[in-house]
């Protein structure tokens, strides 16, 4: 990355570092949104509120793995301004209802009314981008709340001054229409396919000067009579005469509902077309949420890698659901309620493992909200979610982690939870096969439906052989593992529930993992009937036997269990000689799939989430302080405060969720159980702003660069040995101080009683 460019990536400033009157000020500062944009991020830089139904950014790329997001930072050219984006996933989709501002002749191709720009007219913060468009001339301001957006574009002094609408970018149009009303609105629709396989989306678009001139656009041709359109092949534009430096502003709302929908929406959200009142209400509404947790440190590159990270945490999943409380469901009708938020985006085999178990400690309103949206999406879809995107099932990645997400929610006491109707949900979700398949809205329905037998089958043999059979599904051995794991979580939440049958149940099965390991090699295998598969390499990643991964990454991959892993592997001196490997082994991959295994130390892939827990496991065998020294190494150099500054894709907030966790100084190895392991924060002193009112602190005194081992540690004043704490330690509020040193304390948190323990009892 040129040197030159740094000075352009800072966020803008809103307000100084020394007036900071509360807590609720001055973090957005922190925030560059371009953090993540840059080599196989995917994250947007555009503007959305947290958790918002419209993320409003600019299109550089119409294709492309590392166009997931519409946008990457080497890029030169801007297609237009559309209002949905994905944060950091490994497929496209989105980019819905793009406008773009031209000047002079109204051009048709997006080859034509796209125009360049250079970094140094580009801008970005929390809910807020700007941009100055180099053919036009034209400087574009973009603004959100969270389900309407607000554009601001100066012109030049022109006679032609447009705006084009494009209902045809990026995803396949199934069905659209274009309304235009008086000489200051456009309404209309798109229903479209991509990775959703039936997204809806109803707009709403006002100017706030009259245009003169007008049109639609279908199948390529334009007409400037005609107010309305209907098809497949959209478009329309807009025309002004314009003074120079004249503003015209378009506000926008959405809806997945209905034209109705959006309207109200627009209403309720953004009346007028004060842009600075919305630009400042986003930055309001991003500085309540980031005052969650507030990390001290006199070193801004730090400050500013964290709080973007935090806001990446934010962006997803969205609310899908219009102010009058209807919204789409998982059966694609349309539903009201007004008990919780129903919303969308769940990238779940990304983000139970780190964003959800975040959310459940500082953001438990919202996380009612998400279960209450799984448990809904069962009773209309007959399935929890699996990889969900607008009330479509995607059925991407494998697994069926909602059911983390729930057990770990309901037993640290987050309220709302209909937990009876939620446990039913979760076994029915288990027990999966071709009936509650079918009644599922899935894309790509002729590919899922011809593997219908295949999944059955391959479930079947899980239930009855305690293993998925190599060649019945893709990725045996990885989903063998994951279900294990689901399982557990399953269970504990029935015994949570007193409900000792399915307890017994799921607990047994959560123990099928040692159906696969191969104590000859030490590592997680295929097999079958007759015993492991031959050729086994555990450098090469294959999706028929891991998932985005090898055996390295997936042979730690046991957090209900580690006691039972370490038991099978020769005991924790020799787990932890296997960590030690995994770490320091060759970095050369074999296979299709090394582009999505990235951030490697060794055979520690962090730019994925199978290993996103391994550091930790060096606690529970009694060495935590090579966790110290890996987690800060891991995040000192994957991570930085540039645009390529992520080790891989976002995941819809899980990369920077491990960075969270990580820098205040614990992590959830196992989501659903009470405790977190201890690593080395990051900062002098982190502050966890809980929800009941009282704060968790972390103290870190003599911590830096050098400094990043734990000498000792006190609990509220009181002597501490432990490597991990335990929820009860966050929820009752409280103060760890550490003191941190150049040189390993092998005696602090390895112990008898000291080490953190995940077994099936």
Known sequence: MKKILVALLLPFQLFSQTNLPDRQAGFTQFVDPFIGTDGHGHTFPGATVPFGMMQLSPDTRLTGWDGCSGYHYSDNRIYGFSHTHLSGTGCSDYGDVMLMPTVGKVQLSNKKYSSTFKKENEKASAGYYSVFLDDAKVKVELSTTTRTGLHKYTFPKTNAANVILDLTHRDKVREGEIRIAGNNEISGYRISSAWAGKQMLYFVIQFSKPFIQSGTVKAGVLSKRAKHANGKLLKAFVQFETEEGEVIYARVGISAVSVEGARKNLEAEQPTYDFEKVKADADKFWNKELAKIEVESKNEGDKRTFYTALYHCMIAPNVYQDVDGKYRGRDLQVHETKDFTYHTVFSLWDTYRALHPLLTIIDRKRTSDFINTFTTQYQQGGLLPVWELSS??????????????????????????????????????????????????????????????????????????????????????????????????????????????????????????????????????????????????????????????????????????????????????????????????????????????????????????????????????????????????????????????????????????????SAIGFYPVCPGSDHYAIGSPLFKKATIHLENGKDFTIEASNNSAKNTYINSAKLNGANYTKSYLLYDDLKNGGTLQLEMSNEPNKNWGSGEGDVPVTKID
């Open 392 to 661: 479509n099932e995607t059925f991407c990645m494998i697994g069926y982690h909602a059911l983390p997400v729930i057990t770990d929610a309901y037993l640290k006491g987050v309220e709302g939870i209909n937990a009876q109707q939620a446990l039913q949900a979760m076994r029915n979700s288990s027990e999966s096969g071709e009936k509650k398949l079918r009644r599922m809205n899935v894309s790509r329905t002729l590919v899922v439906f011809a593997s219908l037998y295949r999944y059955k089958k391959g479930m079947s043999g899980y239930f009855k052989n305690g293993y998925i059979k190599h060649s019945f599904m893709s990725g045996s051995v990885a989903k063998t593992l994951e279900f294990a794991y689901d399982d557990w979580c399953l269970a504990q939440m029935a015994k949570a529930m007193d409900s000792t049958a399915v307890y017994n149940t799921y607990l047994k099965r959560a123990a099928n993992y040692r159906n696969i390991y191969d104590p000859s090699t030490g590592f997680m295998r295929a097999r079958t009937k007759r015993g492991f598969i031959k050729g086994f390499d555990p450098y090469k990643a294959s999706h028929t036997v891991y998932c985005e991964a090898n055996a390295w990454q997936y042979s730690s991959y046991v957090p209900h269990d580690v006691s039972g892993l370490v038991k099978l592997a020769g005991g924790k001196e020799r787990y932890g000689q296997f960590l030690d490997s995994l770490f320091q082994t060759s970095s050369s991959l074999k296979g299709l799939l090394v582009q999505d295994i990235s951030g490697l130390i060794g055979q520690y892939a962090h730019g994925n989430e199978p290993s996103h827990h391994a550091a930790y496991l060096y606690n529970y065998v009694g060495q935590p302080w090579k966790a110290q020294a890996m987690s800060r190494r891991i995040m000192t150099e994957l991570y930085t405060p540039k645009p390529d500054g992520l080790p891989g894709n976002e995941d819809c907030g899980q990369m920077s969720a491990w960075y969270v966790f």
